[in-house]
């Protein structure tokens, strides 16, 4: 056990851990989601990866070439293929802006805007550990890792209460934000002489973040000065 490629969920539990003997590769993360879709039947929404500009088409590739070869029932072939792969929020800024931008978390709809990664934290965890580890034999190193795991399960089942407390507080944090930030729109298209239906339309299109571009995109009679 050279490494080890962890996929946690979004709170940070540990769904499917694999040894990478051989360094890291495509195969490695295709193997968590085969047996995390195929296997266990959880199907995710969004999978992050460090290098999702790269491994994103592959994946969805081998998952169309996967249904149409009958190794997965259709549905879930027709979903691993168009699974949403973007770059991590912290690792988008180890690419390029070109890059970044196409592959943006925050181009998802209903993705949030997550900035944290629970991969890192749990790598970092077992990192600490690796730096003795890696002079046990492979059968000794394991069984280590199991139990480190069920450690990290066991922190975060006792953390988890706090945890969705505190995602709790800054969604209602950021809703106060937006509903001022809404109203501030509103105030402004009324200025223009924007109805306040289009306005509600734009918004459920777009999204506020999005607002005053696509005013000037959509409705050409908007004068400049409400961008």
Not at 65 to 84: F, N, T
Not at 174 to 192: R, T
């Amino acid at each position: 056990m050279c490494h080890t490629l962890c996929y946690p969920c979004r709170h940070g539990f540990a769904l499917l851990v694999v040894n990478m003997p051989t360094g890291e590769r495509f195969v490695y993360a295709q193997c968590l989601l085969h047996v995390l879709m195929s296997v266990h039947k959880v199907w995710p929404y969004i999978s992050f990866y460090d290098i999702n500009c790269k491994f994103g088409p592959h994946f969805h590739k081998v998952a169309a070439e996967c249904g149409r070869a009958g190794m997965w029932p259709p549905e879930l072939a027709a979903w691993a293929s168009q699974l949403h792969m973007p770059l991590p929020p912290f690792h988008k800024y180890m690419h390029s802006a070109a890059c970044a931008a196409q592959h943006a978390l925050e181009l998802l709809p209903a993705a949030g805007l997550g900035a944290g990664e629970p991969t890192e934290v749990l790598n970092r965890y077992l990192g600490i550990a690796g730096t003795v580890l890696q002079y046990a034999t492979k059968a000794v190193r394991a069984v280590w890792l199991e139990v480190l795991l069920l450690s990290w399960r066991l922190k975060k089942e006792n953390d988890l209460p706090m945890l969705l407390w505190r995602m709790w507080c800054k969604a209602r944090v950021q809703q106060a934000s937006y509903g001022d930030e809404q109203e501030q729109l509103w105030d402004q298209a009324e200025a223009e002489g924007i109805d306040k239906a289009q306005v509600c339309g734009v918004l459920g299109k777009y999204g506020a973040s999005k607002l005053q571009h696509s005013w000037r995109q959509h409705s050409p009679q908007v004068p400049k000065s409400c961008s």
